[in-house]
């Protein structure tokens, strides 16, 4: 066997403020406001509550200290459903609730994946078991290692990234991996390619907001575009900083993106999206392939009654914009 390695988110009409913020690495268009009002309905969490967990976990296995899926099918049917954002929330939920020490409970207030999914299936060493295959995914070099269990010593190989060991691949995190995994284990499996080029992380954020003149009510707004080989992830989240006694909400006036040698989805547009008082996300696109194509542009914005009136800011627009 070779070795491959590969590159590649109503005003009040009387006695409202408005504070401006400064942006970084942000594109930035005049456009007008879009009023911020509290929906009729549920918060984001409420509807999550609401929701019914119809996920098959009977080929999902928890038991030997790695998270196991039985075969690449089942990852991939959950993974790439058509309701995928509601198993994908579910399988995490659910592997959360079990005893099973994953990097999340382990590294709770780490950052190197912002994703509730990868942290649940990821042990402590960030390895997951997907058919025979034990992969370690690594966001720091965006590296990932594959090994074989067929090879008694798999995981340890992985762990230990032995790349002199030819049962050792080496991927990035760009690369479709459980397209090349599928096949047989031959040399013949690399043969799969795709003409499309694949798209690179992409992060974009707004800077600290200040709602009021003495910044005790902060928040800010990040917009990523993730990928971890086996997991691709589009998204726009809004964080609170500190404060209290405000609403946060988001506008995408342009969400697009094509899926590498897959479908197109959008463009379309989402305004008000959330009323919520502690972080929250508005997930684009989750699947087992890296995207070709992304026009993703959105805000995040706050409102808070002070003084007798609304007071409210935005960060002005974030944008991914690759190949359109």
Known sequence: MKKLIMSGLILATMGVTIISCNKEKVEVESETNTEIHKPDGLSIQD???KLVDN??????DLSKGVVEFKTIEYYKSIIDAKDNENKIYFLSKYINESS????GKINPTSQLFDDDFMEAILDKNKIVKIGRWYVKINPEDESVFVSSSENERAYDLVLNETESNTNVYKFSTGDNILEFLSSQPTDERWSWWCSEDGVGSKHVSSGIMCIDNYCQNELHGEMHFRRFGIYYSLYLKVYKDNGSG???SMDLPKVYYHVKCGNTVGS???YGYGWETSNFRYQSYQGSTNLNEIWFKGRVKAQKWINGGWTYVNSGWLQIRVNV
């Open 55 to 60: 996920n098959d976990y009977s080929k999902l």
């Open 100 to 103: 099973f020490k994953s990097f």
């Open 47 to 49: 509807q999550k509550a």
């Open 268 to 270: 379309y547009s989402v």
């Open 246 to 248: 405000y609403y946060m």
